[in-house]
């Protein structure tokens, strides 16, 4: 749905840059009107807004696909959004039977499920195997340097995040591009069969393959003489609990329920209509986001008087660097949802509400004018997500 910003003028059915105490002034063009609807507060910022933060948005529909048979991956990297130094992200589909073929990273790789179902392998250092199926609202994550695959049972797709923001999925190290760059009389060495065994491997890297289908996971199952990993790689968050708060629901998952994720913590976030990510920061790292439904808005404070408000969509990436202080607003009629991921094993944030509940009430008065109304409504406890009565992001 798009819904003009109450802020913004509207000049023939277009929405213009106008405020309603006049500043601005019609743009004739040229111009994408449609980029502007998506982003009215771009187009018309918040009158609060001020400075020169960089960019902290990027949207996957403004990257190149790359198209195999077998599926599909694109990503968001520092490349795209220089701000973004700490993760990266890739968004892959894969057809049923699809292969991401068998790979590693230098990096840490942590992955959310968001439609459909795959079957992911793996083994340690000791030798120790995993083989597990995830479907919808699953997380895998892969410690950086252990060989893995990702292979689809149906159609599915899903969001990978790596822990350096200069990261490209298409840098990793492959078995095929290995098995390419090898002379076959050392292939022939280390496996101890003829070279011709080899005559047929791929020339370079496959990077996604078709496959069929693979039968049941029993079926498919090896047993390792070393047994099984003792952490697992798989953690069903959606399965989690929530959090639920007025406005919302929260899941949080870092290395104190899913112990192997120890370089990147997450949080699974909804919005309700009406609702907003209450007015934080984050003390231990940068916050790299992915939208998966819905539409908000987000203003980021970074001090000295700079501030800067950004247009969110499903399918957008949003950044917030360290311990800058920023809310997430729903915008839209129906409830919005996102990832918000960190470089660390611990998620952690720290509510302005709560600090002033917990601060001496003289000093807060004093400090910011503030009377009873606003000290009496403080909390001690803390709402990730909340919802006022009668609040609303447009007027009725």
């Known amino acids: 749905?798009?819904?003009?910003?109450?802020?913004?003028?509207?000049?023939?059915?277009?929405?213009?840059?106008?405020?309603?105490?006049?500043?601005?002034?019609?743009?004739?063009?040229?111009?994408?009107?449609?980029?502007?609807?998506?982003?009215?507060?771009?187009?018309?910022?918040?009158?609060?807004?001020?400075?020169?933060?960089?960019?902290?948005?990027?949207?996957?529909?403004?990257?190149?696909?790359?198209?195999?048979?077998?599926?599909?991956?694109?990503?968001?990297?520092?490349?795209?959004?220089?701000?973004?130094?700490?993760?990266?992200?890739?968004?892959?589909?894969?057809?049923?039977?699809?292969?991401?073929?068998?790979?590693?990273?230098?990096?840490?790789?942590?992955?959310?499920?968001?439609?459909?179902?795959?079957?992911?392998?793996?083994?340690?250092?000791?030798?120790?195997?995993?083989?597990?199926?995830?479907?919808?609202?699953?997380?895998?994550?892969?410690?950086?340097?252990?060989?893995?695959?990702?292979?689809?049972?149906?159609?599915?797709?899903?969001?990978?995040?790596?822990?350096?923001?200069?990261?490209?999925?298409?840098?990793?190290?492959?078995?095929?591009?290995?098995?390419?760059?090898?002379?076959?009389?050392?292939?022939?060495?280390?496996?101890?069969?003829?070279?011709?065994?080899?005559?047929?491997?791929?020339?370079?890297?496959?990077?996604?393959?078709?496959?069929?289908?693979?039968?049941?996971?029993?079926?498919?199952?090896v047993q390792s003489p070393y047994g099984t990993i003792p952490l697992s790689f798989k953690h069903r968050l959606l399965a989690q609990p929530p959090i639920k708060t007025p406005g919302g629901s929260v899941r949080i998952v870092d290395s104190t329920n899913f112990p192997i994720s120890k370089n990147i913590a997450a949080a699974l976030v909804e919005i309700e209509p009406g609702g907003m990510r209450e007015l934080h920061w984050h003390p231990n790292n940068d916050e790299w986001q992915y939208y998966l439904t819905g539409q908000g808005r987000m203003t980021v404070f970074a001090g000295d008087g700079n501030a800067r408000t950004f247009d969110y969509r499903a399918g957008d990436v949003g950044y917030v660097p360290f311990a800058l202080g920023h809310y997430i607003q729903n915008t839209g009629t129906q409830s919005l949802w996102f990832l918000e991921m960190f470089k660390s094993d611990r998620f952690e944030d720290v509510s302005l509400n709560q600090w002033m509940a917990l601060t001496p009430r003289d000093l807060v008065n004093t400090n910011l004018n503030v009377g009873p109304e606003v000290l009496n409504a403080l909390r001690k406890e803390k709402w990730p997500v909340v919802k006022y009565p009668g609040f609303s992001y447009y007027p009725k």
């Not at 003009?4 to 106008?18: E, F, K, L, S, T």
């Not at 063009?29 to 449609?34: K, L």
């Not at 400075?51 to 696909?65: E, I, R, V």
Request: net charge negative; proline share 9%; glycine share 10%.
């Open 1 to 221: 749905m798009n819904t003009p910003n109450r802020n913004q003028g509207v000049y023939g059915n277009v929405p213009q840059p106008i405020r309603p105490d006049g500043a601005g002034g019609i743009d004739t063009g040229p111009r994408d009107v449609m980029r502007d609807m998506e982003n009215p507060n771009m187009l018309v910022p918040p009158i609060t807004d001020s400075g020169l933060l960089p960019n902290l948005k990027f949207s996957f529909s403004d990257t190149s696909m790359k198209l195999n048979f077998g599926g599909w991956s694109r990503e968001v990297t520092a490349r795209e959004l220089p701000i973004a130094t700490t993760l990266a992200g890739v968004n892959m589909s894969l057809t049923p039977g699809g292969v991401r073929e068998l790979h590693w990273h230098q990096q840490a790789e942590w992955s959310y499920m968001i439609v459909g179902s795959a079957r992911i392998t793996s083994i340690d250092q000791e030798g120790r195997n995993f083989i597990a199926d995830v479907g919808p609202g699953d997380l895998w994550y892969f410690p950086p340097g252990l060989p893995h695959s990702i292979q689809g049972l149906e159609h599915c797709e899903f969001l990978l995040v790596f822990d350096d923001g200069n990261f490209s999925d298409l840098n990793t190290i492959s078995i095929s591009d290995w098995f390419s760059r090898t002379p076959k009389d050392v292939l022939s060495a280390n496996f101890g069969v003829p070279m011709s065994a080899f005559n047929n491997i791929p020339k370079e890297q496959v990077y996604i393959y078709q496959d069929k289908v693979p039968g049941p996971i029993e079926s498919q199952k």
